[in-house]
């Protein structure tokens, strides 16, 4: 089974923008220093305990600790002072990943030890590797494209995983009575909410997606569960005029998977690259985004375009391919012509469209077409090669755990 990008990564932030001012709480500076102690007391513990499942966790707490000790050192160097409200802020900042991380220790010291090195449960599972990634925080400049990198990505699966509710909207409302009953006002609000969305996505607006987007699969779950439901219950008043729209309904599912899978299969490049990079971790105990920005960059720009057009792909195929509909060859044709045809190719393609000939052969050249263009491999062969170099030039000998 193909793993699902994560693109929950949390990065906590210690950040405090220091200000000159000519009186500070000595109270407020005093318990900071404590909160500070405290943390550095947990630091100091956990790095003399041998258990081995804190292999990965230690290098992560130990530079976090080590980056707070250094930017108050700083601020001190430079004659720097917080105020009374900046010393509550940070003090509760500590307390809190203070916290944090007591509770991923009491995460790690509750795996089983026949599953300490379990990939899907133990210290190398997923899991535990957004934890060490999200205690790092990522906040050096040298990870700002990296983190861009992920979140393109993850905005990428996001509207690529919306279209199947756009699909779902363009299907009900040509259905007859679909919204009319009162208990299908929840249904209505699905729609209602998939429309608003596709507004935000039409206008351009791929930073910040609503929660739905962000909890994309659920939603679309929730959504197709209330649609058969609603489906269910037309059949039950008129089984003979409602069956052909079931059969439509299990069709636009199904011919989901595939089309979905089609984009998948590209992208899935990108998501490994972002696994091996994390993995590397596991080998180096060191968290570096390995690449040169110029790749991550590249990527991004590619990445950005291909969310600006995948959800109308993936709905014109869609289209064409449950209802036949030729206008779709078209709409997919000028997708096409505003970001990969040549004059040449798209004066064939619209010829041959409006011979009107034989659509199924047309369709396949232009998904043809789709695949090789949102097919880019360029920085993927040296990337490999760099990351294998990096792993082979700074991998931490392996104590033998027999656990």
């Not at 509750?110 to 190398?124: C, F, L, M």
Request: net charge neutral; with cysteine.
């Amino acid at each position: 089974m193909k793993k699902k990008f994560n693109f929950k990564l949390f990065f906590l932030s210690m950040s405090i923008a220091p200000i000159i001012a000519f009186s500070v709480s000595c109270t407020a500076e005093n318990r900071t220093q404590k909160s500070i102690d405290d943390l550095n007391k947990f630091s100091k513990n956990l790095n003399k305990d041998d258990d081995p499942r804190f292999k990965f966790f230690k290098p992560v707490i130990s530079y976090k600790t080590a980056s707070l000790n250094g930017f108050l050192e700083a601020q001190k160097a430079q004659g720097y002072y917080f105020s009374e409200s900046q010393w509550n802020n940070l003090n509760a900042q500590i307390i809190a990943n203070t916290q944090f991380y007591q509770n991923i220790k009491n995460l790690l010291q509750a795996i089983p030890e026949n599953k300490i090195n379990d990939k899907s449960e133990g210290i190398r599972s997923d899991k535990f590797l957004n934890i060490y990634f999200t205690i790092h925080g990522l906040t050096e400049n040298e990870f700002t494209s990296f983190k861009s990198f992920v979140k393109s990505y993850g905005i990428l699966q996001w509207w690529s995983r919306f279209s199947k509710t756009l699909i779902l909207n363009n299907f009900l409302k040509q259905v007859d009575s679909v919204f009319t009953d009162s208990s299908s006002k929840e249904l209505n609000d699905f729609y209602e909410t998939t429309e608003n969305i596709y507004e935000a996505y039409k206008n351009f607006d791929l930073e910040g997606p609503v929660n739905e987007i962000r909890n994309i699969e659920l939603y679309s779950e929730n959504y197709y569960k209330e649609a058969t439901k609603r489906i269910e219950e037309l059949l039950k008043v008129d089984n003979k005029r409602y069956s052909s729209i079931k059969n439509t309904f299990n069709s636009i599912e199904e011919n989901f998977k595939e089309i979905s899978l089609l984009f998948e299969n590209v992208y899935e490049k990108y998501f490994q690259i972002i696994e091996d990079i994390k993995r590397t971790y596991f080998e180096t105990l060191q968290i570096n985004p390995i690449l040169e920005s110029y790749i991550f960059e590249y990527w991004i720009k590619f990445i950005e375009n291909q969310s600006k057009i995948i959800v109308q792909m993936i709905n014109e195929i869609s289209s064409f391919k449950v209802f036949k509909n030729k206008t779709s060859l078209f709409e997919l044709i000028k997708i096409l012509k505003d970001n990969y045809l040549s004059e040449e190719e798209y004066n064939a393609f619209t010829n041959e469209y409006n011979e009107q000939k034989d659509s199924d052969s047309l369709f396949n050249k232009i998904l043809n077409k789709i695949k090789n263009s949102i097919t880019d491999n360029k920085y993927f062969k040296e990337s490999k090669l760099e990351i294998e170099k990096y792993i082979k030039e700074n991998k931490k000998e392996e104590k033998n755990e027999n656990r």
